[in-house]
């Protein structure tokens, strides 16, 4: 009788769709001890040929380039239903959920703002966040896009909870490597809840573009040579693993207008895991 049911759970198994992603997945192979835990809470989709995966996150931090909501106009729907406007602070964001509220800094004069993210946009790892023009106009945002760090506020979690469910997806996962968001630990009363902060402020000494990064030197050196028109540096850190890395920077930048013109260069454009790296 065992034998029997074994029988017709494999065959039932393997008839039926079956839930491939984890629910829930934890990290904690780095130096800090870092536990994080997400929720799966959309379906993994491709944008351009690179897949996205919207998480539940716990813990949420990342720095790059914001730049003007201009695919949405006044009274069009957003990806969750809601309308757009231009005069509400309001943000595009590629994985977060939606809706999420999250604390953007213009990291050019320590202005801050609480922003409502309800749009799936900014599919980059430098152009990571679109904004509306009153979230621009609030932190006096250069309109050609400037530097920012967004960090994770509060999502709505009944939201959160009646969508958290696993999907059919398994060849795509395996097809595709998650996108490489730094998702750091950070206690949530560290973060500001004032609608702006004190004013002209800068919050870096340093503008790098972050080609890549790899685990042996040689690699990055064989990159190094590809990029000779450009001021090329190599970087050696440990990333939260505790592993050494080694990250092919170019720049310094002085400003973010300059990092703009070279971004628009199509060299850049081969190259997938383009970040911002700051000193």
Same mark, same amino acid.
């Given at each position: ?31 800090? @001890? ?50 757009? /406007? ?6 595009? /964001? ?9 604390? !953007?800094?213009?990291?050019?004069? #320590?202005?801050? +703002?609480?922003?409502?993210?309800? /749009? ?9 966040? @679109?904004? %509306?023009? +009153? ?6 945002? @250069? ?14 979690? %009944?939201?959160?909870? %009646? ?10 996962? !395996?097809?595709?490597?998650? %996108? ?12 500001? !809840? ?47 693993? #505790? ?12 400003? !973010? ?6 971004? @628009? ?15």
């Amino acid at each position: 009788m065992r034998i029997f049911l074994l029988i017709v759970f494999f065959i039932l198994t393997n008839c039926t769709i079956a839930n491939v992603i984890p629910l829930v997945i934890e990290d904690s192979n780095n130096k800090n @001890n870092i536990k994080i835990i997400e929720k799966l809470i959309e379906e993994p989709y491709q944008v351009n040929g690179k897949w996205f995966y919207p998480y539940d996150y716990k813990k949420f931090e990342e720095i790059g380039l914001a730049q003007l909501e201009t695919n949405l106009k006044n009274g069009s729907k957003t990806k969750n239903g809601e309308y757009y /406007h231009n005069d509400t602070l309001s943000g595009s /964001h590629r994985t977060l959920p939606l809706p999420s509220i999250i604390e !953007v800094t213009n990291l050019n004069n #320590g202005k801050s +703002a609480l922003v409502r993210v309800n /749009h799936r946009e900014a599919f980059s790892s430098i152009k990571v966040v @679109n904004l %509306s023009e +009153a979230v621009f106009k609030k932190l006096d945002m @250069n309109k050609n896009g400037d530097l920012v760090k967004i960090s994770l506020i509060d999502s709505n979690e %009944s939201f959160v909870l %009646s969508k958290a469910y696993t999907y059919d997806e398994e060849k795509k996962v !395996v097809e595709a490597p998650v %996108s490489n968001v730094v998702i750091i630990e950070k206690d949530i009363n560290e973060l500001s !809840v004032n609608n702006t902060n004190i004013n002209d402020i800068k919050l870096y000494n340093k503008i790098f573009i972050n080609i890549a990064s790899f685990a042996f030197k040689e690699s990055a050196q064989k990159i190094k040579t590809d990029l000779l028109n450009y001021d090329v540096r190599i970087f050696e850190s440990q990333n939260l693993s #505790g592993n050494t890395e080694y990250k092919v920077l170019i720049g310094p930048y002085s400003d !973010v207008e300059s990092l703009l013109i070279d971004l @628009n260069d199509d060299t850049f454009k081969k190259y997938e895991d383009l970040s911002i790296y700051l000193i």
